[in-house]
């Protein structure tokens, strides 16, 4: 099945404490982006990545780090200098680089974090 | 003004009535938009994406694209308790169209009760 994976779909952190959301992909997608959608809000972009070993800020990049080693996985890391990391983080991909192909996204199932 | 904004809802008909979400957007260039359906605890799933001024129909879904006065609608015909969910608009960052970053709306809430 092709799709974007998520994992976990849960996951509870300790204060001070960094944690690793995985996403991937098998739709041979080049372009790969990070949300992040708190409680009545829309969503605000985290990192995003045009090719592999290349990714960019988005509006909200502090306490976030990301890595494209390969094209279908971009691993956030949360990092303890979030100060607000309690969120449902959401993994996009999209085909096709920038100009003038389509930017249509799809997005995973996502992964709703909670800091304890 | 933000990029893309949405009339903030909620929105409630019942059951059998036409629904209209409404999104403004304040980059006159913007070439295209897209609606997303979230249902709640879930992830956005893309419903339509329309590319020229005009409407585009896909089977209960009309979506509309007004460039003169930037917005963008969604109409749903025969509205089911199943539509009930949070719509996102989402338009192209205009600092960063040319990195398909997009920008969405905060989300319009729709409730379709029988």
């Known amino acids: ?77 949360v990092t303890s200098a979030q100060k607000n990391p309690t969120a449902f983080y959401l993994c996009a991909s999209r085909p096709g680089l920038a100009g003038g192909s389509r930017n249509e996204q799809f997005f995973g199932p996502g992964t709703r974090l909670t800091v304890l | 003004q933000k990029e893309v904004e949405q009339n903030s809802g909620p929105l409630s008909v019942p059951e059998g009535a036409i629904a209209s979400l409404n999104c403004t957007y304040s980059d006159r260039v913007s070439q295209s938009f897209f609606w997303y359906r979230q249902y709640s605890g879930k992830s956005p799933e893309l419903i339509m994406s329309i590319y020229s001024n005009g409407d585009k129909e896909d089977g209960r879904f009309t979506a509309q694209l007004n460039k003169a006065s930037q917005y963008v609608s969604l109409l749903i015909r025969d509205s089911q308790p199943s539509d009930s969910a949070t719509y996102l608009c989402a338009g192209p960052n205009a600092g960063g169209t040319s990195y398909g970053k997009l920008t969405f709306g905060q989300g319009t809430i729709l409730t379709v009760h029988p």
Not at chain 1, 45 to 71: M, P, W
């Open chain 1, 1 to 77: 099945d092709g799709g974007i994976t998520q994992s976990p779909k849960y996951l509870f952190r300790k204060e001070g404490q960094n944690v690793t959301l995985s996403c991937e992909q098998n739709l041979n997608h080049d372009a790969m982006y990070w949300y992040r959608q708190d409680p009545g809000q829309g969503l605000r972009l985290i990192y995003y990545s045009q090719i592999v070993n290349d990714f960019q800020k988005g509006d909200i990049a502090e306490g976030y780090s990301v890595s494209r080693e390969k094209k279908e996985s971009f691993p956030l890391t």
